[in-house]
């Protein structure tokens, strides 16, 4: 037994609101899973009673619904329909704006976020996912970094696998094993649920010594342990096979493409759900006066056409080119890019594409019916 | 803007409409006075009697040419104006009285008027673009407040206008909404149609029922099956595509494979 799973601790749901106050008292936004809109969101959090308590979801490609548990568990859904993405990189964002007079120009940069941020119940999925950000964006923009300079995380096992879930295929989950301050497993099996508690930081340490604690039991230690395996048996999902990359680079003119883009809304939906799409464009704008100036930023999408504008037109005018491009920029380029892939196998792109086109059905199409 | 300069005169034209878009102006309302100081506004039916003839910088053009007079006075319009912009769904596809290019004219006006003869009406509604050049379409049913003046400013400086032409689930996502579609089984035309309203109807948990009309990238023929998988049938989809941007072509052609 390694030296973590001896410190394994307990908590009930009062402990558990104490680390919510404890938090609190610290000066961070709590942000975590809640019930908005018929969908478990990620949003502030006043207490333990805004959590999705006794609720779950049911996904599948192009469904979400939710649905009543029959226990009173508060995280025992899979993943909320928007990920953290949001919270670090947000949809919109100013960048800077100017004033423009007879004699004068005076251009200012907007302030960065100075605010502590704690993400309660976040997956496996989504940690690797925001590592993933991290790679791309923490050296390269300012504002992202600002945001993520004081962030304490409270990670959730996953032991509620949807079925667009394939983190297991990624690597990615369901158990957390790295980037979280603490990380709970909650135990179902009693009710209220109680959770298996463990640190990995001394922020974490010092917030596990301020809330009450008891020692785990070798039995509470063995049910965390096979809800997990359990969890990564119940993937609704696979991504199918190895090399992904190499397979995805002999298939560039694959009929599949075809078939996918008829289907394609070019609606977005995917990149905007996926917790690791980055890119943005950026705007610039001027009053009636002409002179308040402003530049900002927001998210695009590899589905518009602007994305790949250059003069004279688009290069992908095609939703076949751009289906090509998130599929092959997530699962092949990436790697080469940022030294890991794109995809963390969380699912949304396959739940909320509106027509339910499902990223590990399109490659292993690819790859059944492949260029040798 | 130069003191020493004219302020560029504005003219604001209405043609089969219902003033709603014209009313969109006045809503800018914290900017009223920015707008008064950037622009000479030379005719204005809905603020002011005083028709002002000559030249326009700019004309904002609302509804849809639907008479022979109208068809006419568009052409006037045009050569008074530097450049013209349209405004909604009427000056830029028609509108909901282009549902008359769907049926015969002829059964419409002896079903409304005791004297049908005496009315002088085409037998279509068609958007301004038909009729002239124009600079600029702005969609909507209205137009969005913010995106009109987003358009008077780009066009005061010179330079683009931001106004996105890619779908309206990019914005609904960006506001955070839960996807009406997706989550609640609803029929909504948000992924074939162009964003700019600010994702209102999902705001309120019903679908989009297309007033921006089509998205640049629009695949209705895909959305339909989903559509019919939720349980719309024909006739259903055939009214889902048949509203204010019934005759813009992408809305045209998918409720006439469900008219057949
Ligand atoms: S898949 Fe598309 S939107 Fe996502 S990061 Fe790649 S290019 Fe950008
Ligand atoms: S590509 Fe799809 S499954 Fe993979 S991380 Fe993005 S949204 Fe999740
Ligand atoms: S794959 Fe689905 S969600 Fe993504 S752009 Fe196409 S239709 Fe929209």
Redesign the interface.
């Known amino acids: 037994m390694s030296s973590q799973m001896n410190s394994a601790h307990v908590i009930d749901v009062t402990g558990f609101n104490h680390l919510l106050g404890w938090l609190g008292e610290r000066g961070y936004r709590i942000v975590g899973p809640t019930v908005r809109d018929g969908a478990i969101a990620y949003d502030d959090l006043a207490g333990a009673g805004d959590l999705p308590r006794g609720w779950t979801d049911e996904q599948a490609p192009g469904h979400y619904r939710l649905r009543r548990r029959n226990d009173t568990a508060l995280f025992g859904y899979a993943v909320g329909a928007h990920s953290y993405k949001r919270f670090f990189h947000p949809p919109w964002e100013a960048l800077w704006h100017a004033r423009r007079e007879p004699e004068t120009l005076q251009a200012q940069d907007e302030p960065s976020s100075t605010q502590r941020l704690a993400l309660i119940g976040v997956r496996a999925c989504e940690i690797r996912a925001i590592a993933i950000q991290d790679r791309v964006l923490l050296e390269r923009d300012p504002q992202y970094r600002a945001r993520r300079a004081e962030v304490f995380i409270v990670a959730v096992n996953c032991t509620t696998p949807s079925g667009t879930c394939f983190c297991a295929s990624m690597q990615a989950g369901p158990q957390v094993s790295t980037g979280f301050d603490v990380v709970l497993t909650e135990l179902c099996s009693a009710d209220p649920p109680v959770f298996v508690v463990r640190v990995a930081t001394a922020a974490g340490r010092e917030a596990l010594t301020a809330i009450t604690h008891r020692a785990a039991t070798e039995t509470e230690m063995a049910v965390a342990e096979s809800a997990l395996r359990y969890a990564a048996e119940h993937m609704g999902r696979q991504m199918p096979g190895a090399d992904l990359a190499p397979l995805l680079r002999r298939n560039l003119e694959h009929p599949r493409w075809n078939a996918v883009a008829e289907r394609c809304l070019a609606c977005g939906n995917c990149t905007a759900v996926c917790p690791t799409c980055f890119c943005t464009t950026v705007e610039d704008t001027s009053d009636l006066s002409g002179r308040a100036l402003s530049r900002s930023r927001r998210w695009d999408s590899c589905f518009t056409a602007e994305f790949s504008y250059v003069h004279g037109g688009s290069v992908r005018p095609s939703t076949r080119a751009r289906y090509r491009q998130w599929m092959t920029h997530k699962l092949a380029t990436w790697p080469e890019q940022f030294g890991t892939s794109g995809c963390v196998g969380c699912g949304r792109c396959i739940t909320w594409c509106p027509v339910g086109i499902d990223i590990t059905e399109e490659l292993a199409a690819l790859g059944a019916d492949s260029a040798a | 803007?130069d003191p020493g300069r004219r302020k560029p005169r504005l003219a604001v034209w209405k043609f089969a409409s219902c003033d709603g878009c014209q009313l969109s102006l006045l809503e800018c309302e914290p900017?009223l006075l920015?707008?008064a100081?950037?622009l000479d506004v030379a005719f204005f039916p809905e603020v002011s009697d005083r028709p002002i003839r000559g030249r326009y910088e700019l004309s904002l053009v609302e509804g849809s040419i639907s008479t022979p007079e109208d068809a006419e006075r568009i052409r006037a319009v045009r050569r008074r104006s530097r450049h013209l912009v349209t405004l909604g769904a009427c000056a830029t596809a028609g509108g909901i009285q282009a549902l008359r290019n769907f049926a015969a004219i002829r059964e419409f006006t002896a079903a409304v008027y005791a004297q049908p003869a005496y009315i002088g009406t085409l037998g279509t509604s068609t958007p301004i673009a038909t009729h002239v050049a124009v600079d600029f379409e702005l969609r909507g049913c209205p137009v969005n407040p913010r995106q009109l003046?987003?358009v008077?400013?780009?066009l005061?400086?010179g330079?683009p206008p931001?106004v996105?032409?890619?779908?309206l689930?990019?914005e609904c996502?960006?506001?955070?909404?839960?996807?009406v579609?997706?989550?609640?089984g609803q029929a909504?035309l948000?992924?074939?149609t162009q964003a700019g309203c600010g994702a209102i109807c999902p705001a309120y948990?019903r679908g989009c029922y297309g007033c921006f009309g089509p998205?640049?990238?629009?695949?209705p023929?895909?959305?339909s099956?989903?559509l019919t998988a939720l349980g719309l049938n024909r006739q259903d989809l055939l009214r889902l595509y048949r509203t204010f941007n019934a005759a813009a072509p992408v809305f045209r052609a998918e409720s006439e494979r469900h008219a057949q």
């Open positions: 803007m900017d920015a707008l100081a950037a003046q987003e008077l400013s780009a005061l400086a330079r931001v996105p032409r890619h779908s689930c990019s996502k960006s506001l955070g909404h839960t996807c579609l997706v989550a609640g909504c948000g992924p074939v948990r998205q640049q990238s629009a695949n023929v895909s959305l099956g989903t």
